[in-house]
């Protein structure tokens, strides 16, 4: 069946110090990958997208990188901030001709100062 | 742009009542999804609208769940009659064009408890 797994644990990082998470999915081929943050009590926000025929994708400290034969991205945030602290999603685009989204459940990351 | 507004914010109502959920996209934007939330099954995407058109609807959940979309400018998601397992945060997510962008913008969302 098909499934995307996320590290269901927080991830607790000291500030500074590069929080790195994780999204491995099973029986998908996606066009491409959405990262989006959430915060408590508000709806996700995008931060990255990264294609099928793309290998990493960087936006200020933000870098995402996909392997789609290990089916896997990695999220990346250098330099992390007591504010970078949310919950992080990922999400595939089955077809690229939808902008159908499957989510995964997503990791909490906590900077500590 | 106000962004995607969504309303009411909270709803409490009791098992059996009709709830309606609204939803106003971006302006512009000709995709228009519902999701719901949950603990325990994360975000899942109940149905979806391509230019006031439902697209998919695979995702929801039951008979009891409708949803339209009269205009560009307004949706709403309908429970009726609700349950206590429906209690959830249903969000609402706009896109513009997807040849010029795949980001969908979410709405804060409706914090639904049905007693």
């Known amino acids: 069946s098909q499934k995307i797994e996320q590290n269901s644990e927080a991830l607790n990082i000291q500030e500074g110090k590069t929080a790195t998470l994780t999204c491995n999915y099973t029986n998908y081929s996606p066009a491409y990958l959405q990262w989006y943050r959430q915060d408590p009590g508000r709806g996700p926000v995008f931060l990255l997208l990264i294609r099928e025929n793309e290998k990493e994708k960087r936006k200020e400290r933000l870098k995402v990188t996909f392997d789609t034969t290990l089916k896997q991205s990695l999220f990346h945030i250098t330099a992390s901030q007591p504010a970078d602290s949310a919950t992080y999603l990922c999400?595939?685009?089955?077809?690229?001709?939808?902008?159908?989204?499957?989510f995964g459940q997503g990791t909490t990351l906590q900077v500590k100062p | 742009d106000a962004g995607v507004i969504q309303s009411p914010r909270h709803e409490v109502t009791e098992m059996g009542q009709e709830v309606t959920l609204r939803c106003k996209p971006i302006s512009g934007h000709d995709y228009l999804f519902w999701y719901r939330q949950t603990m325990m099954r994360g975000l899942e995407l109940l149905i979806y609208f391509n230019n006031n058109v439902p697209i998919d609807d695979s995702g929801m959940p039951e008979d009891r769940f409708s949803a339209k979309m009269p205009n560009a400018s307004f949706s709403t998601l309908k429970i009726q009659p609700s349950e206590p397992r429906d209690s959830a945060v249903y969000f609402c997510a706009s896109m513009g064009d997807r040849r010029y962008q795949e980001t969908q913008y979410f709405g804060p969302g409706t914090r639904l408890l049905v007693l």
């Open positions: 999400a595939l685009a089955a077809t690229s001709n939808t902008g159908k989204l499957i």
